[in-house]
Each structure stands twice: as C-alpha cells, then as structure tokens.
C-alpha cells in the first residue's frame, strides 16, 4: 500500500497553517508536505512536528513573489543571485526540519528571453542547487506543472524534466511527477511512471477534472496505487488535492481505493 503524505498546504484549510499539523496526526497521517515554510521560524514548524510526531517529507525552494503571481524563479536569467539565496535559505530551513528533498520551481518563461538563454539558465541554476543540496545530504526535485493553471509555466512534460536532468548530471536530482498535472499534460499515467521509476523521487496526486480527491474524477487512482505497488515505488504519495468539502470528509479514498 502506498505512503501517503499529507499537503497542509492544501489540507485542512479549515485551520490556520500551524494547527493543520494536529489535524492531519488526528487524520491518520505521519507524514506530511507543504509548499513554503518560509513565513514561518523554522524551530516553530519543527516543533509541531515534532509534538504531532510527523514526518516531513517536502517543501519547496523560495519561489519568488508567490503572491504577486510568480512560480518560481530558477529559469530566470536576472535572478540567479535571488535564486542562490533561496537555495541557502531552503538548506537551512530544511536542516531544521529534517527534510532530505527539496522541490525547486522553474517558474514561467519571462517575457522576451531567448529559449536557449531560459534552458541554460535553469540547467546552470540545477547544477548549483544540486551540488549545494548534496553537500547538505538533499535530493533536489523538479516538477512539470500543467499550463491550464500555470499558464506559461515553462517545464511541463515528464521526457522534458527527464533531459534536462540528464543535461544536469547530478545523481541526487530527480523528478517530482505530480498524476494531475501529468494527467492534464500527457496522460499515459502508469507506463510513464514505470518507465522513469528510477528517476522519479517523489510523487503527488489530485483527481481530475476539479483537482479534488482521489475518485472524484477521470483517474482510476485503484488501479494506480496497485500498479505503483507492483513496480515497486517505495517513496511517498503527496496528497495534493483541493478538499471538496470539509478535509476530513473526504479522507474515506484511502480506505476505498488504496487497500
């Protein structure tokens, strides 16, 4: 049966941010994931880990202005000093918290920049963050994100994150395959994910249409979580998703589709 890790990000809305860590325990979790815990003191984030007895399994590099508009930074040409700082900051925050992987967002394609500037720009910023992030003992992930709610966000596709961490050539850079973006990006869901097994550090879930929990949608979550036990993926399952109504009310998907 796959791990599931709760988003507190996503989840449990229903609360402020810091007390989301004793509803997903009370849910049955032991884990969790967010995107940002940079509004937060590391040491307090850590205690309510610590007190609810959670592991944290993600977060994210500093993404920019989030609540201007931007997702991420690390294809940015006149933003690799902002970018290295972020690194700096998530390895600190990350050595609090007892994270051992960090997801870097590439961010959307700035208007007006070469294409061959934008690739080279995020393959040098992936190289930097990956040997800072081994140094630290981190894997560094990057997610293809879906251009119906990121639109113009510039990597989308599994073969695409693939070459370019091919182009990287760093052994502790992987993907972080996200089902509903793939979904919405290029389907074929259980052939890609066994093909890339190896390459795939760390995997997140929503159904599709709504981006709401598991068996809302189009997506047979039952036959996934089995065929992700059969090719054997051993890390975590972010749940990711949009509550449809009150969090706990829809938590009966584990039960029902991951047995």
Same mark, same amino acid.
């Given at each position: ?32 994931e ?47 000093? &902002?970018f ?25 394609v700035?208007?007006?920049v ?12 992936? %190289? ?6 081994? %140094?630290?003992?981190? %894997? ?32 502790n ?12 990006? &290029? ?10 097994l ?8 929503a ?53």
């Open positions: 049966m796959p791990q599931f890790a709760a988003n507190l990000t996503m989840l449990f809305n229903e609360v402020p941010f810091l007390d989301r860590f004793e509803r997903a325990a009370q849910a049955g979790f032991t884990a969790v967010f995107l940002f815990p940079y509004a937060w003191p590391a040491a307090e984030v850590r205690e309510r880990l610590d007190a609810n007895k959670l592991k944290l399994v993600l977060h994210n590099v500093p993404p920019g202005d989030w609540d201007g508009g931007e997702r991420g930074i690390a294809c940015h040409p006149d933003r690799v000093d &902002e290295r700082a972020g690194v700096a900051k998530a390895i600190d925050y990350a050595g609090v918290l007892g994270v051992h992987q960090l997801n870097c967002l590439a961010g959307k700035p208007a007006g070469d294409p061959a500037l934008l690739r080279s720009t995020f393959v040098a910023n992936l %190289r930097y963050a990956a040997a800072e992030f081994k %140094r630290a003992g981190l %894997r560094l992930l990057i997610e293809p994100i879906n251009t119906n709610d990121i639109p113009g966000f510039y990597l989308n596709y599994t073969k695409q994150a693939i070459d370019i961490l091919d182009e990287v050539g760093a052994d850079a992987y993907v972080q395959y996200d089902i509903y973006h793939a979904q919405r990006m &290029e389907g074929e869901l259980a052939a890609t994910m066994q093909k890339y190896a390459r795939i550090g760390h995997i997140q879930l159904d599709n249409p709504g981006r709401n929990e598991p068996g809302t949608g189009e997506i047979n979550y039952a036959f996934l979580f089995a065929h992700l036990d059969r090719i054997g993926y051993s890390g975590w399952i972010g749940c990711e998703y949009k509550p449809a109504g009150v969090t706990e009310a829809g938590l009966g998907w584990r039960q029902r589709l991951a047995q």
